[in-house]
């Protein structure tokens, strides 16, 4: 039944779809170079949705439309805000970066960004397997064209091409699993397929062989280790400002979509996908700064690191439920640990690329560790704010990125289980191997010798916006409570619904 409350349910992915329309076919009469008109036009629809997407989070209230295919509640708003704020910063560093080097000829980088972003917003409020599956079609067939942006780069073609057959075969993956499951239990409406897994009437193995194809699918979305071999390709191929993009947003929108997936339609299953979970996540947090040490491409190091980040996240939603049974306790605490991470690795990832994005100019790309030496001498300020994400990144106090971590441990030492807590001083022990990588840039940055005297630049609203988000990076390690308050209430109103 398609009533007011349906229609109340997707004003903003309507706003986004209209206005990605009306920008394609604005863009075309632009001749400006640096698509002034489209990039004004664009920001002003981002901030409309993010202030529409905060008023929908700040009320609260949890309302299904489309016949139940999609659900409006506090997690998904908050997802949805933050997301929309992370393209609006990821177009602010990248604009510059873009417009020296032909990027912005059409104006697809603007557009493209909205459709991935409308892609997000299904996939956060996707209340049926279909649906978000759409979603994601909708990101990654955007994310694709983005990577091939620059058509006469030939890595970033490359990489396109390793993007588009590596996703393809996943979204076969998760596509072949929601089948499976679709088969046994007859609805593709993730709470009907909650109730006919919780009646217990329905064929274990059937279940479990669908499982195993659905956690594929979503872990090369993640980027996690064994489905993690596009990452480093595609974030050292693509442009940087469309690194930034697939490395900051999307991750919103996998989180998400996880929860939607697991904890609310296979819940029932937790003792199964626990253990797939249990060994992605060990699997990154391995691989991922083990890897990590040997790169020498910056872009490439931050990717193995995302790999391992993403692994502390999986850890996150692993311990919400103890031998299969459900304490609301530990399932708040474990799940509001992993929205906390996710959202403050996003914050702590914009930065990053927003200073690479900086340094980068016209036929220079600034990609190597090396060509960040000496940044303390030629700029503080942006040295100070690398040196912040990075530190944050390692997980080292007072940054944001320590209260991350220890949420999360705190989550699986907290479940009382020894598998866990043995999990806890694992990831650990990981830190403190990842610190490596982080502290020999910041190393680089301020005890290396400079290899120019070229004074670092920028327009003023990315100055502004870079200083505001390495403030953050401090600003929420020293004050996290009111960030992690808000994920704790929003993942109680989401699973309470």
């Not at 089948?179 to 239990?185: K, N």
């Not at 010798?449 to 929420?476: H, I, M, Y």
Request: proline share 3%; glycine share 10%.
């Amino acid at each position: 039944m398609i009533d007011n409350i349906s229609w109340l349910s997707i004003y903003p992915e309507i706003v986004l779809l209209v206005m990605g329309c009306v920008i394609a076919l604005v863009d075309l009469g632009i001749k400006s170079p640096r698509r002034t008109g489209t990039y004004v036009l664009t920001m002003l629809t981002l901030a409309v949705v993010a202030v529409m997407q905060g008023m929908y989070a700040a009320s609260g209230n949890t309302f299904y439309g489309w016949g139940n295919m999609v659900v409006s509640d506090a997690m998904g708003n908050w997802l949805k805000c933050f997301a929309t704020i992370a393209v609006m910063v990821t177009l602010v560093y990248g604009r510059p970066y873009a417009a020296d080097r032909d990027m912005l000829r059409g104006g697809e980088f603007f557009t493209l960004s909205i459709f991935a972003l409308l892609g997000m917003f299904i996939m956060i409020s996707g209340n049926n397997f279909l649906l978000l599956y759409l979603g994601l079609e909708l990101l990654t067939l955007s994310s694709y064209a983005l990577v091939a942006l620059r058509r006469d780069h030939a890595t970033s073609t490359e990489a396109a091409m390793k993007y588009f057959v590596l996703g393809a075969m996943a979204s076969g993956f998760l596509l072949y699993g929601i089948s499976m499951i679709y088969g046994a239990t007859g609805s593709l409406d993730i709470g009907e397929v909650f109730k006919a897994i919780n009646s217990g009437q329905l064929k274990h193995q059937v279940l479990v062989f669908g499982l195993v194809f659905v956690v594929a699918g979503l872990a090369f979305k993640l980027g996690v280790v064994p489905f993690h071999m596009w990452v480093p390709d595609v974030y050292q191929g693509a442009p940087t400002a469309i690194t930034a993009l697939i490395g900051g947003a999307p991750k919103l929108a996998a989180f998400a979509m996880v929860m939607r997936v697991l904890v609310d339609g296979l819940l029932p299953l937790a003792i199964d996908w626990q253990q797939m979970l249990m060994v992605l996540a060990v699997g990154s947090l391995l691989v991922g700064n083990l890897a990590a040490i040997m790169q020498t491409n910056l872009k490439r190091m931050l990717a193995y690191s995302t790999i391992s980040q993403m692994g502390f996240v999986l850890l996150g939603l692993l311990s919400g439920v103890v031998d299969g049974n459900v304490n609301p306790a530990s399932v708040e605490s474990a799940y509001s640990s992993a929205m906390f991470y996710v959202v403050t690795y996003v914050l702590t990832t914009l930065a990053s690329f927003g200073v690479i994005l900086l340094l980068s100019r016209e036929g220079f790309e600034s990609e190597e560790i090396s060509d960040l030496a000496g940044l303390n001498q030629r700029s503080p300020l942006y040295a100070g704010v690398m040196a912040a994400c990075l530190f944050s990144m390692a997980g080292i106090p007072p940054l944001v990125g320590f209260y991350a971590k220890l949420s999360v441990l705190q989550a699986l030492v907290a479940s009382g289980q020894a598998l866990y807590i043995g999990l806890a001083v694992f990831a650990v022990i990981m830190s403190l191997v990842g610190a490596f990588y982080y502290l020999r840039v910041v190393k680089v940055m301020y005890f290396d010798k400079p290899l120019t005297a070229t004074t670092v630049s920028a327009p003023f609203d990315v100055r502004a916006v870079l200083t505001v988000n390495g403030a953050l990076v401090l600003l929420l390690g020293i004050f996290p409570g009111a960030l992690m308050s808000l994920c704790a209430d929003a993942i109680v109103r989401s699973l309470a619904s």
